[in-house]
T-cell receptor
């Protein structure tokens, strides 16, 4: 496997459910990110992990809980979401300090019903 | 003022045309600049970095104007496959990339 892989590709969940999004990168990068993309809005940075330490948390509600067990894996745990949380959730990785930009995963399209 | 601003478009151009997009940014301390391409319902993919001296990659030319705080993307000889949304990205700190809302391009046969 190469690049950044995200699972699942699609997820429909009720407001009382608990689910997790998974991201894995095979690029040897040392930073990983969660972004949210809603219709007609720019990508919103949610969390940044560098060397498995969270370095940025952009005022994200506590119903979103990230976890980075090692430099290759990143999770986003979801619980008691709201319909307005429906969006495309993108994981990305990069080599912090290098100027190569991000590599994104293909995203999880989340629908909260 | 938004941190990164782009004209949302759409820009409808015929095949073979030249088209240019601009993007303005508000943080004069921004260091790195990129153009990403995003196809419908797909993830963004890096198109090119933007360097101070300007840079070219085939039919694509990117330029940076620090004094006026904008970057541009020029596409020559447009192809149908160039139809996509083009996202301007500006860094703010080591980890933080700020994305514009994107400019939609439709190349018409």
């Amino acid at each position: 496997e190469t690049g950044v892989t995200q699972t699942p590709r699609h997820l429909v969940m009720g407001m009382t459910n608990k689910k997790s999004l998974k991201c894995e990168q095979h690029l040897g990068h040392n930073a990983m990110y969660w972004y949210k993309q809603s219709a007609k809005k720019p990508l919103e940075l949610m969390f940044v992990y560098s060397l498995e330490e969270r370095v940025e948390n952009n005022s994200v509600p506590s119903r979103f809980s990230p976890e980075c067990p090692n430099s290759s894996h990143l999770f986003l745990h979801l619980h008691t979401l709201q319909p307005e949380d429906s969006a495309l959730y993108l994981c990305a990785s990069s080599q912090a300090g290098a100027d190569y930009g991000y590599t994104f995963g293909s995203g999880t399209r989340l629908t909260v019903v | 003022r938004k941190e990164v601003e782009q004209d949302p478009g759409p820009f409808n151009v015929p095949e073979g045309a030249t088209v240019a997009f601009n993007c303005t940014y508000s943080n004069s301390a921004s260091q790195s600049f990129f153009w990403y391409r995003q196809d419908c319902r797909k993830e963004p993919k890096l198109l090119m970095s933007v360097y101070s001296s300007g840079n070219e990659d085939g039919r694509f030319t990117a330029q940076l104007n620090r004094a006026s705080q904008y970057i541009s993307l020029l596409i020559r000889d447009s192809k149908l496959s160039d139809s996509a949304t083009y996202l301007c990205v500006v860094t703010s700190g080591t980890y933080k990339y700020i994305f514009g809302t994107g400019t939609r391009l439709k190349v018409l046969a």
